[in-house]
């Protein structure tokens, strides 16, 4: 297994000559995450002809590629497995739900595989209108039980306005794709961890449906958070994310976090990118750098991949606001963690996608960390 | 934020260092303090976000906590007016002690209790307020030791001394986990009155405040323990009133419950203050006698005179709303033996010893005797027998003729009741005794009527029948509508009726008065029977509607050798014929009765030498001859 890291920008093309990047046909898959404010349509295409690979990636609230954020437009990892397959699928949600979308790419998975050993699943989604949680439970729902899916939700950095998905030269809106790796020599590992804290009262989720908040303790949930972001409220709905939801049943032991996708001034609604059901409670949460750091390298810790032969760092945008210039210290923290030699690719995303305590799941305000390595059989 | 690209703490430290921007030209250098002075921005944003969210946070939880607060405390202040409801509107005394035993409140009802005013007496120690009325009694110590060691006391009943008295208090003290405790108080004052009342009630007959049957044998068997350790004798007279039913029946039992009331002071004035007067039931009332000698003469001579006294004392006529009433005692009397004896024997022999002396007529005392148990038994045997033969031929009529003493002519036939019993013929007295005694005399009696009238349609002429009542089958309910009845059925002539009454006692009755002008206005003649006999009374004469008077046979018998008997009788038959009453002369039994009789006055006769008594048939035949 071999992977190579590569940027674009319009201005210095190709960091190096794709067609030198070792690759075989049905056993490569390219990852591409690109800023949306910068047409990168010319150079994905370069890429999916010069390399036999599956391209796979999404628009981002900023690039991660090494211990740098935003060294260019466009960063690619392009990773070829020894003896491993590589199948992809992408699909357009095309109004169905996100649940229904998540299973029609579960089933074609499935069905490339041929019963092959599907060692794990990588799935990018469009980040503005697609319910995370539900994206993988319709995953889940169509492959073998125990496989890991991770992943994350694509972003369009501070604005909310457009997100993009890339699959093998092509790129659409409101689209899901994932690809899989087949083959028993080759391991995922995982870790996801946030690095938030609550804080105020706890409150009630008084009105909602879905994904969609209305109301916390009988008041407008938009109004709330005005209040809390002040003089920021302009930069809504980005500045939500400074003050994450977590949300909990009854009974749950703990809360899940749920990041904002948009706002609704007319409803005075928000939109989450995960459910947040009516009667659950909740809590506004706050991070600092410190704990953010603390929180990736806690990610990276959990892997348990050593040494790592690709590692894909998914961080949440809210994250990247609150870091702002020093968003590289938690990439830092992380390689710190996995070895500074670690070939690692990322984004900061609008939603991360991740095993967490045995159960695949969508995360917000995480940094999730997938690491990808395959043992060479002995001869 | 700042005009400049710059961030001021930039610019400011720039400054101190000498730099100017103009100075910075160098693209990395400029770079890098770009880069320094995003960092100072975005720490701004944060902190003025961090200070904004966390000052909003402390101010909602702050409000928070205000609410809950104020929630907490209206929820406290509910709960302080409910219990203060509930203390204040407790039907039992309650009173907050402090650990120290200071009293820290008080209900209204522990105020009342104890007579105590409540803003005076807080803070006060229990035990100033607290005080028994046995200076002895260790209750407010113990409950001074209950309140010091947080246990839980109770005192049932206690007696108290408060400011207006003193009254039975039950305490029950329960301590409280913070430190001293709750007193409850209750007055048990009139409970306990209640009690001694039910106790009072349960030994006693309610009408007259005497001791009832169940307080009597107690006494009994204190007696009887007395007379064997002291040697004496007791003796039990057993009392019923004769006649009592007839003025509960006539004056109503109102009426009859003064009469009672009456006849019990009256029975304790007559006796001595050693004995002992008990009400066993309606209108028999028993007397213990102790210390009695065992001298059999000498405690009967003492008995009776106490019993005599009694009669005497019952005998005087009860005044009840105005109205005389007359009733009589009948005693009967037993003592003690040397063998043991229990209350029951004696209750039964005095019993035994009354029925005896109720046979010898109203007024009358007996003394037990073992030969009673048989007169008793035979007399039950009787009774027996008189219910078997009601309805059969065994009782049947005789009927003597009553002849004009001018001539022989028949006016009419007496009808006189017999029984054939198996054993033989019962005299007429003994069984209307028994019947009248076991309640049969009033269907007896309206068995034999019905015969009678049968037999007067069957004489001819005018002739007339006379028949016997008793003052109790007069006075009987609805006996006029019966005999109305009767003559109805009968077809008789009440015109040729005669009704005989017995002179007695009962006769002072002023309803039977009434009954018999009733008789007398449907026709019917009332004749006096035995006139002159026993209980002899000349205003019979003036207050009864009589029509007749038979005078008693005793006068024939005695007359003859007696200047004061005939006198007597002259006497009477002088004022019968004064107020118009014509007089039948009883018990002739040979010429010269009847010469005397004639002499006398008497138009009318009755005895063996008229004519004796004979079965209907035979009546019927001497009628034919005589009419």
Same mark, same amino acid.
């Given at each position: 297994m071999h992977t190579s890291l590569a940027t674009w920008s319009?201005?210095? &093309?190709?960091?190096?000559?794709? *067609?030198t990047v070792p690759a075989r046909p049905g056993s490569t898959v390219a990852l591409a995450f690109s800023d949306p404010t910068v047409d990168t349509s010319e150079a994905l295409q370069q890429l999916r002809a010069q390399v036999p690979a599956t391209v796979i990636g999404c628009s981002t609230a900023g690039q991660i590629l090494g211990p740098r954020v935003d060294p260019a437009p466009l960063v690619v990892a392009i990773t070829a497995f020894d003896t491993a397959r590589v199948v992809g699928a992408c699909t357009p949600? &095309? &109004? *169905?739900t996100a649940e229904d979308v998540g299973a029609v790419v579960g089933r074609e998975l499935t069905s490339a595989a041929h019963g092959e050993h599907i060692a794990g699943v990588m799935v990018f989604a469009g980040g503005l209108t697609i319910n995370g949680s539900a994206l993988v439970n319709g995953l889940l729902r169509h492959l073998p039980p125990g496989t890991p899916v991770s992943g994350g939700l694509a972003a369009d950095g501070p604005r909310f306005e457009r997100t993009w998905v890339h699959f093998d030269g092509h790129t659409g809106e409101d689209c899901v794709a994932a690809f899989a790796v087949l083959g028993q020599a080759v391991s995922f590992g995982h870790g996801s961890q946030g690095g938030w804290d609550g804080f105020g009262p706890r409150r009630t989720i008084t009105a909602s449906e879905g994904n969609v908040l209305y109301e916390l303790d009988g008041q407008p949930a938009l109004a709330l958070y005005k209040q809390y972001l002040g003089d920021r409220a302009d930069e809504l709905p980005s500045a939500a994310l400074l003050f994450p939801l977590t949300v909990w049943s009854e009974n749950a032991s703990s809360g899940l976090v749920r990041t904002v996708l948009s706002v609704d001034e007319q409803t005075q609604s928000m939109t989450f990118a995960g459910d947040v059901p009516q009667g659950w409670s909740a809590r506004l949460m706050w991070t600092s750098l410190e704990r953010l750091t603390e929180g990736a390298t806690e990610a990276a810790q959990a892997c348990h991949d050593d040494p790592a032969q690709l590692a894909v760092a998914v961080s949440c945008v809210g994250r990247r606001l609150v870091m702002g210039a020093r968003a590289e210290e938690e990439v830092e923290a992380v390689l710190d963690v996995l070895g500074r030699s670690a070939p690692m690719i990322g984004f900061y995303s609008y939603g991360e996608i991740a095993p967490k305590d045995g159960l695949c799941s969508l995360h917000n305000q995480t940094m999730t960390i997938t690491t990808i390595s395959e043992q060479i059989p002995a001869p | 934020m700042n005009a400049s690209p710059w961030h001021r703490t930039l610019l400011r430290q720039m400054a101190r260092t000498g730099l100017i921007p103009d100075d910075v030209t160098d693209e990395r250098f400029a770079a890098l303090l770009q880069r320094v002075s995003l960092s100072y921005d975005d720490a701004d944003k944060q902190r003025y976000l961090h200070d904004r969210a966390f000052s909003l946070a402390s101010q909602e939880m702050q409000d928070l906590y205000d609410r809950l607060q104020e929630a907490s405390q209206s929820e406290a202040t509910v709960q302080r007016d409910r219990l203060k409801a509930v203390f204040d509107t407790a039907a039992t005394g309650l009173i907050v002690l402090e650990d120290n035993g200071q009293i820290f409140d008080l209900n209204p009802v522990a105020e009342m209790i104890l007579g105590l005013d409540h803003d005076t007496q807080v803070a006060e120690p229990i035990g100033s307020v607290l005080v028994t009325a046995d200076p002895e009694d260790p209750s407010t110590v113990d409950l001074q030791h209950a309140i010091a060691t947080g246990e839980n006391w109770r005192c049932s009943d206690v007696l108290l001394m408060t400011r207006t008295g003193t009254l039975s208090a039950s305490l029950l003290f329960r301590p409280m986990a913070s430190g001293g405790g709750v007193l409850a108080i209750e007055d048990i004052t009139e409970r306990k009155k209640a009690q001694a009342e039910l106790i009072w009630r349960a030994n006693h007959d309610s009408l007259t405040g005497l001791q009832n049957r169940a307080s009597l044998v107690d006494q009994i068997n204190r007696g009887l323990q007395r007379a064997r350790r002291y040697g004496t004798s007791v003796a039990v007279l057993f009392i019923d009133l004769d006649r009592f039913k007839r003025v509960n029946d006539t004056l109503g039992h109102a009426a009859g419950d003064v009469l009672l009331v009456e006849c019990a002071r009256r029975i304790g004035s007559a006796i001595r203050e050693v004995d002992t007067i008990a009400r066993i039931g309606g209108d028999e009332f028993v007397v213990l006698c102790e210390n009695l000698t065992t001298d059999s003469a000498a405690r009967e001579r003492d008995t009776r005179e106490i019993a005599t006294r009694i009669i005497k004392a019952v005998d005087e006529p009860f005044m009840l709303d105005g109205t005389p009433a007359y009733v009589e005692a009948s005693i009967g009397i037993t003592f003690s033996q040397g063998s043991p004896v229990g209350p029951d024997t004696l209750l039964r022999d005095a019993d035994i010893a009354l029925y005896e002396a109720k046979q010898s007529g109203g007024s009358a005392l007996a003394f037990y005797d073992d030969s009673m148990i048989d007169r008793m038994q035979y007399a039950l045997e009787l009774e027996r027998q008189l219910r078997r033969a009601l309805p059969t031929d065994e009782l049947w009529m005789a009927y003597q003729p009553i002849l004009a003493l001018d001539g022989d002519n028949v006016i009419g036939y007496e009808a006189l009741a017999r029984w054939n019993s198996p054993q033989g013929p019962i005299g007429p007295e003994e069984f209307i005794a028994t019947a009248e005694t076991a309640g049969l005399l009033n269907d007896l009696g309206r068995r034999l009527i019905r015969r009678s009238l049968h037999f007067l349609n069957d004489l001819p002429g005018d002739l007339r029948l006379f028949i016997n009542m008793s003052p109790s089958q007069i006075a009987a309910d609805g006996i006029i509508e019966w005999f109305d009845e009767a003559l109805e059925d009968t077809g008789a002539d009440p015109r040729r009726l005669v009704i005989e009454i017995t002179e007695t006692a009962a006769l002072a009755d002023f309803r039977i008065g009434q009954r018999l002008a009733e008789f007398q206005s449907r026709g019917i003649a009332i004749a006096l029977d035995d006139? /002159?006999? /026993?209980?002899? #009374?000349? #205003?019979s004469l003036r207050t009864l509607p009589l029509n007749l008077i038979k005078l008693d046979r005793s006068f024939l018998n005695s007359t003859v050798d007696d200047p004061r008997a005939e006198s007597l009788a002259r006497m009477l038959c002088d004022l019968g014929h004064a107020l118009g009453i014509s007089i039948i002369a009883e018990g002739i039994e040979d010429d010269d009765q009847r010469r005397f009789a004639q002499d006398m006055g008497c138009q009318y006769g009755q005895g063996i030498l008229l004519g004796p008594p004979t079965t209907a048939d035979q009546a019927l035949e001497h009628a034919a001859r005589h009419v």
């Open positions: 319009p201005h210095e &093309g190709w960091s190096k000559d794709l *067609r949600a &095309g &109004g *169905r | 006139f /002159g006999s /026993g209980h002899s #009374s000349l #205003s």
